[in-house]
């Protein structure tokens, strides 16, 4: 199972990348700075769940659900976040994310949605 961990903060992608390592050593995970990188990773196929800041540059979280919705490309997001609004709660849940994780990320947060996910 592949696993994208997009932020465009690096210590935030390494906190990310070391939990889901730990969860399950055999999980692929490939931690991507911006949306858009994480776009042309998601196109090449296999990716079953991302991990994903909303607030980035270039392409935003949401940005990178809706292009994703578009081509038919559909794994499970986890938006990962320092401030949840209701509006982007309700933006996101609009488009089909389930997960919503608040900063500052704990190991319990992320093996809850994995658990989930995992065991869908």
């Given at each position: 199972m592949k696993v994208l961990v997009v932020d465009d903060s690096a210590a935030q992608r390494l906190i990310l990348k070391s939990v889901v390592q730990?969860?399950?050593?055999?999980?692929?995970?490939i931690d991507?700075?911006?949306g858009t990188?994480?776009?042309?990773?998601?196109?090449?196929?296999g990716v079953s769940?991302?991990?994903?800041?909303i607030n980035m540059e270039p392409m935003s979280g949401i940005e990178l659900v809706?292009?994703?919705k578009a081509l038919d490309i559909?794994?499970?997001?986890?938006?990962?976040?320092?401030?949840?609004?209701d509006t982007m709660k309700e933006k996101a849940d609009s488009i089909g994310v389930?997960?919503?994780i608040t900063k500052p990320i704990t190991q319990d947060k992320i093996e809850e949605?994995?658990?989930?996910?995992l065991h869908a």
């Open positions: 730990n969860f399950d050593k055999d999980l692929d995970v991507l700075a911006d990188q994480a776009l042309k990773e998601l196109k090449n196929g769940l991302v991990f994903s800041d809706n292009e994703c559909d794994p499970v997001f986890a938006f990962v976040t320092s401030h949840l609004t389930k997960y919503f949605v994995l658990k989930e996910v």
